[in-house]
């Protein structure tokens, strides 16, 4: 990645759901510079340095192929796998092929949609913390699941995955939604995993421990598979 693409990622504008934590971290910067003293005036800038860069929001461009998903979230695949999607959303028994995206501290936490359609059904379901590159954190931790309709009816979920240290789960969609792949629609503080959920009958193109790029990289084809003649 050249030097510029770097400096605009790590130089990004927050997400609106830093501002708070950034408020706060100025505060007590100010704080300490005007009245208890430097320790608490450097505590503060640090803090508010770790907020610019953890709560940044790069631009991203959505691949212009059709018929394709994208990654959720920016990260590393944990596990790729045939699971059954969370029994919240009703999407029926059948296993179909989860790829899940283990989100670092150091990694962009804004969601995006992995592909155009219609948000049918949202569920959030309390649970655990545990460490969210475990695999039973699909079924144990804390999530916000989200069934989204593609234009040819197909179904695919998109789960938000609370973590060891994440402890707050954000989602501005609502059932009923008109999206497109590579939107922004959440974020998920300090630490986390986002899995997808292919339609039945699609495959990932991806491989464990490969890097992904929220909105961009193309982690399955949606075009049906041709039938032998």
Not at 126 to 136: I, P
Not at 181 to 192: H, N, P, T, V, Y
Request: glycine share 10%.
């Amino acid at each position: 990645m050249a030097l510029g693409q770097s400096l605009q990622i790590v130089l990004a504008p927050p997400h609106p759901a830093g501002r708070p934590f950034l408020l706060i971290g100025a505060a007590v910067a100010v704080l300490g510079g005007l009245l208890l003293g430097a320790w608490l005036f450097w505590l503060g800038l640090i803090f508010v340095l770790f907020c610019l860069y953890f709560f940044r929001d790069p631009t991203r461009v959505a691949p212009e192929r059709e018929n394709v998903v994208v990654a959720p979230a920016d990260g590393h695949i944990v596990s790729i796998v045939q699971a059954v999607p969370p029994e919240e959303l009703g999407l029926g028994p059948a296993p179909r092929w989860r790829v899940a995206i283990f989100l670092s501290v150091m990694d962009v936490h804004v969601n995006r949609v992995p592909a155009s359609g219609t948000v049918t059904r949202i569920a959030y379901r309390h649970g655990k913390y545990l460490s969210a590159n475990l695999d039973k954190a699909s079924v144990d931790n804390e999530r916000n699941a989200i069934a989204i309709r593609l234009t040819d009816g197909r179904d695919l979920a998109v789960v938000q995955i609370a973590g060891l240290i994440a402890r707050r789960i954000l989602c501005d969609l609502r059932e009923g939604d008109t999206v497109q792949a590579g939107d922004r629609f959440g974020i998920i503080r300090f630490g986390s995993r986002t899995d997808v959920y292919l339609p039945e009958g699609i495959r990932p193109g991806v491989m464990e421990g490969q890097t992904m790029i929220g909105g961009e990289t193309i982690i399955a084809d949606l075009t049906p598979p041709k039938l032998a003649l």
